[in-house]
């Protein structure tokens, strides 16, 4: 594993965009007081991107029953619900 870097507070508040940049690139980096570490800075969790409405379109099927009171009542006894 190779060694993390670190910067004092002094140098971490001058160098924020250049911490950042390393942190957005996978890094993990140590902010120290005084010589003893304080604070890591890590790479949050990629977000999942969302393609948009309708991504799910013609990939589901409904069948020409699935609204009937038939249906309803079934899914109604199967939670124990009076229909």
């Known amino acids: 594993m190779s060694e993390l870097a670190q910067y004092n507070i002094h140098e971490a508040k001058t160098q ?5 940049d390393r942190v957005e690139h996978g ?3 140590i902010i120290s007081r005084a010589g003893h570490p304080v ?4 790479p ?3 977000v999942r991107r969302r393609t948009g409405w309708g991504s799910l379109s ?3 099927a409904w069948s020409d ?3 009937s ?4 009542e079934a899914i109604a006894d199967d939670f124990g619900m009076p229909s």
């Open 65 to 67: 029953d699935w609204d």
């Open 27 to 29: 890094e993990i980096v």
């Open 16 to 20: 924020l965009s250049r911490i950042i």
């Open 58 to 60: 013609g990939q589901i």
């Open 39 to 42: 604070a890591k800075v890590v």
């Open 69 to 72: 009171p038939e249906t309803n």
């Open 44 to 46: 949050l969790p990629a």
